[in-house]
């Protein structure tokens, strides 16, 4: 019977790893009632947005829960290139983890559960300290379109200064009050900058949003750039360009090209 028992023992170690994996994961997300398509949604998009520069050791992306829209899903606090499927956490609108110990969630997780509360409409949300928008932040010059793949950026990009809400802080969205403050900063736009940190992005699904971080960090490079290369004069899309634009790309294109990259890695 010991016999028996070591020999069954041996058999599973020498199991290849990744064999005895996708069952245990599989298992443990059905145990918590996520729905796994969405959560291997959101690891690609953790995943898309660390291999092109948006997201780097900080920053984070979120989507709302589709059986309950209420709640939304973020990983545990980890550098996004890193997430798994069973780093990724259910949380409140008051961005209360559901079901683990919420100390292991991002200390900047107010800003996802702010925005699902004021805004219906958003399916998911990105925040990142790409160092090219953080330009834009701290000075008069406003982030607006310079080509058609940021059309968005027409509707206007408003400042969150962070010490209008709360003083002197040490800038991080770490409470229920500023979540809210930020998400009323960010009104009906699809994205808002933060002074001094960073910036967040909305959209109404995970792809969408994937390419809005992308082209809005590429938008502030190149804007930068036109500035300089122009002395400051610089011709921006104009409002019908920049709202016509927008309304072409869903991002469906880049999602599919990113995610072929990303899993061939
Ligand atoms: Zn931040």
Redesign the pocket.
């Known amino acids: 019977m010991k016999r028996r028992r070591v020999l069954l023992c041996v058999l599973a170690a020498a199991l290849p790893l990744a064999a005895q994996r996708p069952a245990a994961k599989e298992n443990a997300r059905a145990q918590r009632g996520l729905n796994s398509k969405l959560v291997d949604e959101l690891v690609l998009a953790n995943h898309i947005l660390a291999a092109n520069g948006v997201l780097d050791a ?2 984070h992306v979120s989507v709302r829960d589709d059986r309950n829209p209420n709640h939304f899903l973020l990983a545990r606090h980890m550098a996004a290139g890193l997430v798994t499927p069973d780093d990724i956490i259910e949380y409140d609108f008051d961005s209360n983890a559901v079901g683990v110990d919420a100390s292991t969630g991002y200390t ?1 997780r107010f800003i996802h559960g702010g925005i699902y509360k004021a805004r219906p409409d958003v399916m998911s949300v990105v ?1 990142f ?1 790409a160092p090219e928008v953080i330009p834009f932040g701290v000075t008069s010059v406003p982030l607006q379109p310079v080509f058609h793949m940021a059309g968005f950026l027409g509707e206007g990009v408003p400042i969150f200064d962070i010490r209008k809400a709360a003083g002197e802080t040490d800038m ?2 770490r409470n229920v009050a500023l979540g809210q403050a930020l998400a009323a900063s960010l009104a009906s736009k699809p994205a808002v900058l933060l002074r001094g ?2 910036a967040v992005v909305v959209a109404p699904a995970l792809h969408v949003v994937a390419g809005r971080a992308y082209y809005m960090t590429a938008n502030a490079r190149l804007q930068a750039q036109a500035i300089q290369l122009g002395a400051g004069k610089v011709t921006y899309l104009d409002p019908e360009e920049a709202r016509k634009s927008a309304a072409q790309d869903g991002f469906e294109r880049a999602w599919a090209l990113w995610k072929q990259t990303v899993m061939a890695k």
Do not use: A
């Open positions: 900080y920053g900047e925040h300290h991080l969205i940190h960073g």
